[in-house]
């Protein structure tokens, strides 16, 4: 749960408890929790990311789950991502091959 508070001096604290916004996620707990080992990510023309989470099992490769997002929500998610696990991946230099001579 967020919330969210806008205090100023004057204010005490039933007022300040007044200005509380609440959002909850509600949740179906009914959605099983899945294993995945491979994502896969493609974008599409128009700008739609379809990603797909896949697994291995003994029985062989199994697709989990299939998610479509806006390119725009897929970058806040890596964004976010990036700081949860405080890791920030450096830019991929492009390769330069020279032809022998």
């Given at each position: 749960m967020e919330l969210i508070m806008?205090?100023?001096k004057k204010e005490?604290?039933?007022?300040?408890?007044?200005?509380?916004i609440k959002k909850q996620i509600l949740a179906d707990h009914s959605l099983?929790?899945?294993w995945a080992d491979d994502i896969q990510l493609a974008?599409?023309?128009?700008?739609?990311?379809?990603?797909?989470?896949?697994?291995?099992?003994?029985?062989?490769y199994y697709e989990q789950c299939r998610i479509m997002l806006s390119k725009k929500n897929i970058?806040?998610?890596v964004e976010v991502a990036c700081e949860v696990l405080n890791y920030?991946?450096?830019?991929k230099q492009e390769?330069?091959?020279e032809l022998p001579e």
């Open positions: 806008a205090v100023t005490d604290k039933a007022q300040v408890k007044a200005k509380i099983k929790a899945l974008l599409r023309d128009d700008d739609i990311c379809f990603i797909r989470f896949s697994t291995h099992l003994p029985e062989g970058e806040k998610f920030y991946p450096s830019p390769k330069v091959t």
